[in-house]
């Protein structure tokens, strides 16, 4: 089993920055991509970032450019770097394992005002 503890949003103006942060426990060895999702009010889970346990990484085409997805192994942590961030960003982010399974943390609200 692997728990999953997302922490950073907040309310920010549109052009801030925000960090977010996964921090994972329990069977970390089981875990080969670690990812950040989001969904907004009245919208579908849509896929965010990915990094793999290699270190490749990969963006949905809304945040490239402006959002960076790194990890720290020592601590198990993943974090999503949101710069340039837009109202169209406001969404609650959840961070995601796969593995032997699938694992979702909790979310985080992140709220961009204009």
């Known amino acids: 089993q692997v728990h999953l503890v997302e922490s950073g949003g907040g309310l920010v103006q549109a052009g801030a920055s925000l960090r977010l942060s996964c921090a994972a426990s329990?069977?970390?060895?089981?875990?080969?991509?670690m990812g950040w999702y989001r969904q907004a009010p009245g919208k579908q889970r849509e896929s965010v970032a990915w990094?793999?346990?290699?270190?490749?990484?990969d963006y949905a085409d809304s945040v490239k450019g402006r959002f960076t997805i790194s990890r720290d192994s020592a601590k198990n942590t993943v974090y999503l770097q949101m710069n340039s961030l837009k109202p169209e960003d406001t969404a609650v982010y959840y961070c995601k394992a796969a593995g032997r399974s699938m694992w979702w943390g909790q979310g985080t609200q992140v709220v961009v005002s204009s």
């Open positions: 990094i793999t346990s290699g270190g490749s990484t």
């Open positions: 329990g069977s970390i060895s089981s875990i080969n991509a």
